[in-house]
């Protein structure tokens, strides 16, 4: 069964600490994305990796780090220099350059710091 | 920084109608654009695509896109209450990110 999965579904966090959000895809795609979602707000785009050991800021990397040591892993640090983490946090995955970027999404983690 | 324009809604369409959502973007060089609904709670889900000027229909759903008015919108026929979503227009950046808008609420009453 192909699609993109992400862990824990709701994850708390307590201000000072770092945490990382999996997300995992089996669809085989090259690209992989982080994106946030704010209540009332659209997404915005935190990193983008288009290849393995590769990857590119978004507009707000500012407090994030990530890894792509796999091509079907995408893990996203959210560190104590986040001044403002709560939010909803979206992977997604798409084909890459040579497939139009339909991108598909994952779950979502839900992150709240105390 | 490229936007992309959409009411925020809500729209309220009784059950059986058309329902239209519009979105414009700013970028001229944009060539791929998305439609996805998007559940209270949930993850985004695709619901179409379109590359070319014109429609493209799927179903009950039907994209329409002029790239010289930098306007794209998804007409949904026949609209039921399981419709009732926001539903999040989304451009291609460079480098095969995207843009979103912040999303029109749909409600459809019975």
């Known amino acids: 069964d192909g699609g993109i999965t992400q862990s824990p579904k709701y994850l708390f966090r307590k201000e000072g600490q770092n945490v990382t959000l999996s997300c995992e895809q089996n669809l085989n795609h090259d690209a992989m994305y982080w994106y946030r979602q704010d209540p009332g707000q659209g997404l915005r785009l935190i990193y983008y990796s288009q290849i393995v050991n590769d990857f590119q800021k978004g507009d707000i990397a500012e407090g994030y780090s990530v890894s792509r040591e796999k091509k079907e892993s995408f893990p996203l640090t959210v560190t104590s220099a986040q001044k403002n983490p709560t939010a909803f946090y979206l992977c997604?995955?798409?084909?890459?350059?040579?497939?139009?970027?339909?991108?598909?999404f994952g779950p979502g983690t839900r992150l709240t710091v105390l | 920084q490229k936007e992309v324009e959409q009411n925020s809604g809500p729209l309220s369409v009784p059950e059986g109608a058309i329902a239209s959502l519009n979105c414009t973007y700013s970028?001229?060089?944009?060539?791929?654009f998305f439609w996805y609904r998007q559940y209270s709670g949930k993850s985004p889900e695709l619901i179409m695509s379109i590359y070319s000027n014109g429609d493209k229909e799927d179903g009950r759903f039907t994209a329409q896109l002029n790239k010289a008015s930098q306007y794209v919108s998804l007409l949904i026929r026949d609209s039921q209450p399981s419709d009732s979503a926001t539903y999040l227009c989304a451009v291609r950046r460079s480098a095969d990110a995207l843009n979103f808008g912040k999303g029109t609420s749909l409600l459809v009453t019975p």
């Open positions: 970028d001229r060089g944009s060539q791929s």
């Open positions: 997604a995955s798409s084909l890459g350059t040579s497939g139009g970027n339909e991108q598909f």
